[in-house]
């Protein structure tokens, strides 16, 4: 078999709990087909050795809500190895909210998050084009 992605000599961690094993990771049409060995030629190999290959983490508690806003690809958990989060279950968050309630939200923000409200208000901005929680996921939508 070909591979579109070989990655090779990693210390494979499954999520299984069992203990982690050095081996290979075969991808073909974005799946993974082979596990611990992939034998044959690759499009692309990935030197893995001195490594950990693992699935993507998933974040249950983030305070992204407002920065998603600004960070469309919230970057700082990708660079961690987490690939889904979860935003609005910590109790608060920007919507719902009502246009006069919005500089209290952004100063709570402030101190919870320790930004600066100056950045607060430049990511999430004077118009805020939501006061539901509909329409936030409309305008999370809206803007990928």
Not at 52 to 79: K, M
Not at 98 to 123: C, F, N, P, W
């Amino acid at each position: 078999m070909t591979y579109d992605l070989r990655i090779a000599g990693g210390t494979i961690v499954d999520g299984t709990g069992k203990p982690g094993f050095i081996g290979d990771l075969g991808i073909k049409n974005g799946r993974i087909v082979a596990l611990g060995k992939a034998d044959g030629e690759a499009l692309q190999t990935i030197d893995a050795a001195g490594r950990v290959v693992c699935p993507g983490f998933v974040d249950v508690h983030t305070h992204y809500d407002a920065q998603i806003l600004w960070d469309r690809s919230l970057s700082i958990s990708p660079w961690h190895g987490v690939t889904t989060t979860v935003i609005g279950n910590c109790g608060f968050g920007v919507a719902p909210t009502r246009a006069h309630h919005r500089k209290l939200i952004l100063q709570t923000l402030e101190k919870v998050e320790g930004m600066s409200l100056d950045a607060l208000q430049a990511g999430v901005g004077d118009a805020w084009p939501f006061e539901t929680f509909p329409q936030y996921l409309d305008t999370l939508e809206r803007h990928g």
